[in-house]
């Protein structure tokens, strides 16, 4: 079992930034043998990735609306998992979740579907 728990949320105006964090924990969980990224659901809309890292941390992916804007972090040390975001926008107003899945070391997940732990979340608004 992984307990995952977001925190950093809040009401921000656009242009600012905000740093979301997940603290990871569980006797399975290391982050060498799960992949673990950032998704975000707006009201109305399906669940979409914004940032994962793949197991080992070799490599990322960020969606389109993420690049240049967002970056995803870790401290192995502590078992979490962070989010920057810079030039925040309106239309990134979602629930932020962090979820993991176990991986092969250097393997990527990117889909929603293929993440089992999640958290519950936290909000962002972006006031324009």
């Known amino acids: 079992q992984v307990q995952l728990v977001e925190s950093g949320g809040g009401s921000v105006q656009a242009g600012g930034s905000l740093r979301l964090s997940c603290a990871a924990s569980?006797?399975?969980?290391?982050?060498?043998?799960?992949?673990v990224g950032w998704f975000r659901q707006a009201p109305g809309k399906e669940r979409e990735g914004v940032a994962v890292?793949?197991?080992?941390?070799?490599?990322?992916y960020y969606a389109d609306s993420a690049k240049g804007r967002f970056t995803i972090s870790q401290d192995n040390a502590k078992n979490t998992l962070y989010l920057q975001m810079n030039s925040l926008k309106p239309e990134d107003t979602a629930m932020y979740y962090c979820?993991?899945?176990?991986?092969?070391?250097?393997?990527?997940?990117?889909?929603?579907?293929?993440?089992?732990?999640w958290g519950r979340g936290t909000q962002v608004t972006v006031s324009s």
């Open positions: 890292v793949s197991a080992g941390g070799v490599s990322t």
């Open positions: 979820a993991a899945h176990s991986c092969f070391w250097g393997q990527l997940k990117t889909a929603p579907g293929e993440y089992h732990y």
């Open positions: 569980g006797y399975t969980y290391t982050y060498s043998r799960y992949c």
